[in-house]
T-cell receptor, first 113, second 115 residues
Framework: AQSVTQLDSHVSVSEGTPVLLRCNYSSSYSPSLFWYVQHPNKGLQLLLK??????LVKGINGFEAEFKKSETSFHLTKPSAHMSDAAEYFCVVSTSGTYKYIFGTGTRLKVLA | DGGITQSPKYLFRKEGQNVTLSCEQN?????MYWYRQDPGQGLRLIYYSQIVNDFQKGDIAEGYSVSREKKESFPLTVTSAQKNPTAFYLC??????????????FGEGSRLTVL
């Protein structure tokens, strides 16, 4: 069975400081992993995805994530937060060949001026 | 521009009424999905369709119905049997179908409020 756990429901950072949003997953097979961002009353936008290529994945808006199989983690990072990064972030796991996408419960990022 | 269009963006319904949410995509994707989003619960799958004229129940299908008569369209009907329909509804599509897993592409969502 697959599952995904986002370890923090809320994260607050100051503008210009690093961002770390944590995600652990469980999957019986080689997973595909995704990070999405959602602004209020909007749909979800893909930030980046891991599909068994390079373990360090670079995404849009300066975000990146590292797939660590031994730790079953896929944490999202950004070196310097911007006010526009304030949003909700979802970690998603899926398995090749299935329809099933498992969503974490989300992490709300607040960026302080 | 290619994408997914959901309508209406906001919808109010009286108890006992059925409502239909529209979802149209021009990405030529085979698979389409409907998710429900409630605060603090992430996204939950209502229905999905991997091909025209076929669809499957997701985790919370009770009180909902769908159709897939065209590849581009996947409307969702929220029936009066749905006990707590107030939520944000998201439509998505992917090119995976039965082959490999690609990312989901999302519409902008429809917010349904029951009065």
């Amino acid at each position: 069975a697959q599952s995904v756990t986002q370890l923090d429901s809320h994260v607050s950072v100051s503008e210009g400081t690093p961002v770390l949003l944590r995600c652990n997953y469980s999957s019986s097979y080689s997973p595909s992993l995704f990070w999405y961002v959602q602004h209020p009353n909007k749909g979800l936008q893909l930030l980046l995805k891991y599909t068994s290529a390079a373990t360090l994945v670079k995404g849009i808006n300066g975000f990146e994530a590292e797939f660590k199989k031994s730790e079953t983690s896929f944490h999202l990072t950004k070196p310097s937060a911007h006010m526009s990064d304030a949003a909700e972030y979802f970690c998603v796991v899926s398995t090749s060949g299935t329809y099933k996408y498992i969503f974490g419960t989300g992490t709300r990022l607040k960026v302080l001026a | 521009d290619g994408g997914i269009t959901q309508s209406p963006k906001y919808l109010f319904r009286k108890e006992g009424q059925n409502v239909t949410l529209s979802c149209e995509q021009n990405l030529n994707h085979d698979a389409m999905y409907w998710y429900r989003q409630d605060p603090g619960q992430g996204l939950r799958l209502i229905y999905y369709s991997q091909i025209v004229n076929d669809f499957q129940k997701g985790d919370i299908a009770e009180g909902y119905s769908v159709s897939r008569e065209k590849k581009e369209s996947f409307p969702l009907t929220v029936t009066s049997a749905q006990k707590n329909p107030t939520a944000f509804y998201l439509c998505a599509s992917s090119s995976s179908g039965l082959s490999n897993t690609g990312e989901l592409f999302f519409g902008e969502g429809s917010r349904l409020t029951v009065l």
